[in-house]
């Protein structure tokens, strides 16, 4: 006995309008995007002491990470501090290491 059944032509309908799934998408992506926090000099020269201390008395660092109107918190210890491509090697797990930009921390709390 076979099952005459049309598959997946019967949902074609329910998701066939491109302009309300776009509508939804871009209205989902608006709501949670947030502008770039202005970093002073003083904050930058505050979160540049901070990271200094974390490394050298081998501490986690909580940093608040700013990417493309989103947040994320990357937790771990700061493995290099590289000058040249200005970026951050944190290892958050042993053996991962996760890169974050000067440029997108707006946040750097020492943990331990």
């Not at 002073?40 to 501490?59: C, G, K, S, V």
């Not at 947040?71 to 797990?93: F, N, Q």
Request: charged share 30%; no cysteine.
């Amino acid at each position: 006995m076979t099952i005459r059944d049309r598959g997946v032509m019967k949902w074609q309908f329910a998701f066939g309008h491109p302009e309300l799934i776009k509508g939804q998408r871009d209205l989902w992506r608006d709501q949670e995007r947030i502008n770039k926090p202005i970093i002073d000099e003083d904050q930058a020269e505050e979160f540049d002491l901070r990271i200094q201390y974390a490394t050298e008395y081998n501490h986690a660092v909580k940093l608040t990470v700013w990417n493309d109107g989103f947040t994320s918190v990357i937790t771990g210890r700061v493995h290099y501090v590289d000058p040249i491509t200005h970026e951050l090697r944190i290892e958050a797990k042993a053996g991962e290491f996760e890169r974050v930009a000067f440029d997108s921390v707006v946040g750097v709390k020492v943990v331990d």
